[in-house]
């Protein structure tokens, strides 16, 4: 992909398990049945490219379809002297029986911050 040789993972839902994708309906959470495939360098396991798709699921809440990929590439955040793997662009589309719409993001401006976290009465040794 893109001149590089990767691997080609092959994912898919398990029935029953936790999903990375909820559908959220009034008063109701719903898991996504998510398959699909994840190029992956082999040598330093960077993640190049996702491809993921909804299964037949979803009928009974007026969607036919949604499909998800996500690139991801090198960014260098301020200050830093070597870059960080990031996502660079998301493409989604979703499908109900009379629309489809698809949205595009464009990741850019990443920036970098910091979190100090004190539990009270934590040991710290």
Known sequence: ??????????FEYIPGTPSPLLYQMI???????LSGTAWIDP?????????????STLGDMGLQSIRAEVVYGPVLLKGDTNSQ????????????????????????????YRVAVSIPGANSE
Do not use: C, M
Request: glycine content about 6%; cysteine-free; proline content about 5%.
């Open 43 to 55: 040598a330093t396991g960077q993640i190049h490219r996702i491809e993921a798709e909804s299964g």
């Open 1 to 10: 992909w893109q001149g590089e040789t990767l691997a080609r993972i092959h």
């Open 85 to 112: 793997w990031l996502p660079v662009s998301a493409t989604i589309d979703l499908e109900t029986p009379r629309q489809h719409w698809r949205n595009i993001h464009h990741f850019t401006d990443y920036r970098k």
């Open 27 to 33: 008063n109701q959470e719903r898991p996504v049945d």
